[in-house]
T-cell receptor
């Protein structure tokens, strides 16, 4: 069965600093990978997705992620964090068989210090 | 504007009562999903539906029921059999097709509290 691990429950960075959120997945075939962001009490918004092709994908709000098959990772990065980036971030892996389902990690809570 | 609406935003229920959460989408998506979110546990799939009049159990379906009578609507009923129903519930939808796994679009959520 597929699974996703986000090893960092909380991360604190200073505004203007760089950010990297870790995501490791377990999936037998080529994965479909997603990063979502959630503000408190809100739904999830898609930041970016990887299906195939270039392993460095660009998303909204200045985020990017790199797919590394050898490390089973799909880490999210941003060169310079803004205070408005404070939120919870979820990595997800998609399953082709059975309903287009996504399996989510437990999330990383990002705090931005001014 | 196209999107997903969930109502109500907040819901309070007494123990032993059934309650129904609404989810409507106007994105013309075939597939719809219900997730439960608890602090520190991410999102867990309750039920999903790929087409009208068909749905499947997810990972934590016990104590919940759904229907899919219309393409636009996928209501979730939290029954009295659900032992710990207090949580944040998220509805999502996606287009379905053979091309691969498509992104899911999420509603704003309903926070259910059992008193």
């Amino acid at each position: 069965a597929q699974s996703v691990t986000q090893p960092d429950i909380h991360i604190t960075v200073s505004e203007g600093a760089s950010l990297e959120l870790r995501c490791n997945y377990s999936y037998g075939a080529t994965p479909y990978l997603f990063w979502y962001v959630q503000s408190p009490g809100q739904g999830l918004q898609l930041l970016l997705k990887y299906f195939s092709g270039d392993t460095l994908v660009q998303g909204i709000k200045g985020f990017e992620a790199e797919f590394k098959r050898s490390q089973s990772s799909f880490n999210l990065r941003k060169p310079s964090v803004h205070w408005s980036d404070a939120a919870e971030y979820f990595c997800a892996v998609g399953e082709l068989a059975g309903g287009n389902k996504l399996t989510f990690g437990t999330g990383t809570q990002l705090k931005v210090e001014l | 504007d196209g999107g997903i609406t969930q109502s109500p935003k907040y819901l309070f229920r007494k123990e032993g009562q059934n309650v129904t959460l609404s989810c409507e989408q106007n994105l013309n998506h075939d597939a719809m999903y219900w997730y439960r979110q608890d602090p520190g546990q991410g999102l867990r799939l309750i039920y999903y539906s790929q087409i009208v009049n068909d749905f499947q159990k997810g990972d934590i379906a016990e104590g919940y029921s759904v229907s899919r009578e219309k393409k636009e609507s996928f209501p979730l009923t939290v029954t009295s059999a659900q032992k710990n129903p207090t949580a944040f519930y998220l509805c999502a939808s996606s287009s379905a097709g053979p091309a691969g796994v498509n992104e899911q679009f999420f509603g704003p959520g309903t926070r259910l509290t059992v008193l």
